[in-house]
């Protein structure tokens, strides 16, 4: 039998009904390789060991009684640090939700707890989920277990790195413009960006709430179908989410690609792209259309508006939902201050990073009267557009395929001191945010430095079965791209 780490998902699952495996040995074996490789990579802000043991030895009992149980009952996840878990820890890597135990479970953690799933640790995160690093936790960094010297990818960092350093089977992501789909090129692992709505964002701390989803970080396609199964679906307490039958993510997974159209928009080409990242992107579209899908050129023009209507309508939404950590209600409070205003002032000064900080006035300035329809209104005609021309495009082809970043993952501290520079990384990832449509970020290939190079699969609304499925094929024509990292 395989090393219980080195398991996929699916293998893991199945280990577990065929009593090959306990989900005690299971989460043994997960605790036992964190406390080896931590010290190394940093994606854990809290390791719940007590708590994992006990929850595997119930989900074994539940196995032992002979009842009927979920597929994945006593697998260990890992979940990002910005969604509920009642009882344990929620920092949002901030200072000022250091010491936030939540008294609720986030409903895409419910989920998965009802199915029998074991919390292993809560990941590391850009703080609120600003960032394209990791580096802006308040707390510590995550190193890309690809390159020690390298950045994990952001904001969902610590979610990617861990499953890369397979310090979990698989882990939650939340995705507003890309901290899901980039961290896992980064990593060289599968993350999905599902449709808007899809999966309830109750419990998990708003960073732009018209743009934030939930999703699932796995080392495989079909790893990934198989969670995103169990978290999604209509919630009552998110009124955004969507009420429809769900059908199981894999239903199509092995129907091949074979006649699928499936477009390249040309300005995820353009110039800015490295050359490697090109050159495996196309690669993979080449093994598609040998499977027998239809490639051909695209273009979306609204493309080259997405990036700054991001940051305006992102900036905007979070300092509106940061409004609520006053030092009154919950989080950090000044130790000393005068009077209410000085309360507020010191809390929201002490307990906040530069980053979050830059966005919260960034946010404000472009709501404030004078601005409101140059900047704010003016990003809100852009994101018309933009799902105007996804539609489009989408009408005449079934899926797009593009790369997910410009680069592969660069140095830590390389682009720190210019947030511009790092605002420009996400390009290619928050057009899909903007747009409300799924997409499936998966490896493609290795740079010369040996570094994972991902692409992502675009789709209409509600066609995560298909993303999967051209995932699925693509895995097949490339082959193992990525290997187990030694560490
Ligand atoms: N990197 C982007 C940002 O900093 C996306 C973050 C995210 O998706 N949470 O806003």
């Known amino acids: 039998m395989k090393e219980i780490t080195s398991m996929t998902l699916t293998e893991l699952s199945e280990a577990l009904r065929r009593g090959e495996v306990t989900s005690r040995e299971a989460t043994e074996a997960y605790l036992d390789r964190v406390e080896r490789v931590e010290p190394k990579v940093g994606a854990y802000l809290t390791v719940c060991r007590e708590e994992a043991l006990r929850q595997a030895d119930e989900a074994d009992a539940l196995r032992r009684s002979g009842q009927k149980v979920h597929p994945l009952c006593g697998v260990p996840v890992a979940v ?162 969507v009420k429809r039958g769900y059908t199981p993510m894999n239903r199509q997974l092995k129907d091949g690609v074979k006649g699928l159209k499936i477009g390249l928009p040309r300005e995820m080409f353009a110039e800015g792209l490295s050359a490697e990242v090109r050159e495996a992107v196309t690669g993979a579209a080449k093994a598609l259309e040998k499977q027998g899908a239809i490639i051909r050129e695209v273009s979306i023009p609204s493309l080259e508006y997405a990036l700054p209507a991001y940051y305006v309508l992102s900036s905007a939404e979070a300092s509106s939902n940061l409004a609520r950590f006053d030092g009154v209600r919950y989080g950090h409070r000044a130790a000393e201050y005068a009077d209410l205003e000085e309360l507020y002032v010191k809390s929201r000064s002490e307990g906040f ?50 790369p997910v970043a410009p680069t592969t993952a660069y140095k830590l501290g390389e682009k720190t001191m210019s947030p511009l520079e790092m605002y420009l990384g996400d390009i290619h990832t928050v057009p899909v945010n903007i747009a409300g449509i799924p997409a499936l970020s998966m490896p493609c290939g290795l740079d010369r430095a040996g570094l994972p190079v991902g692409l992502q699969l675009m789709g209409a609304t509600f066609s995560e079965p298909l993303l999967y499925r051209v995932g699925y094929a693509l895995e097949k024509a490339l082959g193992e791209v990525v290997k187990e990292v030694s560490l």
């Open 80 to 241: 990002k640090d910005n969604i509920c878990t009642r009882g344990i820890r929620t920092t949002c890597a901030s200072k000022m939700l250091e010491d936030f135990v939540p008294p609720y479970d986030a409903c895409a953690w419910e989920k998965l707890r009802s199915a029998g799933c074991v919390l292993l640790g809560k990941t590391n995160l850009d703080e609120f989920a600003m960032g394209s690093t990791t580096e802006n936790s308040a707390f510590h960094v995550t190193h890309n277990p690809w390159g020690l010297d390298r950045v994990p990818g952001g904001s969902s960092g610590g979610s990617a790195a861990c499953v890369a350093a397979r310090e979990a089977p698989f882990s939650l992501g939340s995705d507003t413009g890309g901290s899901i789909r980039q961290p896992a090129a980064f990593c060289g692992v599968v993350g999905m960006k599902p449709t808007y709505g899809m999966v309830s964002r109750y419990g998990l701390v708003a960073f732009a709430s018209s743009l934030d989803q939930i999703g699932p970080m796995t080392h495989t396609v079909e790893d990934n179908a198989l969670a995103l199964d169990v978290i999604c679906g209509y919630d009552r307490r998110d009124t955004t989410s």
């Open 353 to 402: 990073g530069a980053e979050v900080k830059r966005r919260i006035l960034l946010g404000t300035y472009t709501l404030s009267a004078g601005y409101f329809d140059a900047y704010y209104k003016k990003a809100l005609q852009v994101r018309t557009l933009v799902i105007r021309d996804f539609e489009r495009v989408l009408h005449d082809c079934d899926c797009l395929l593009g």
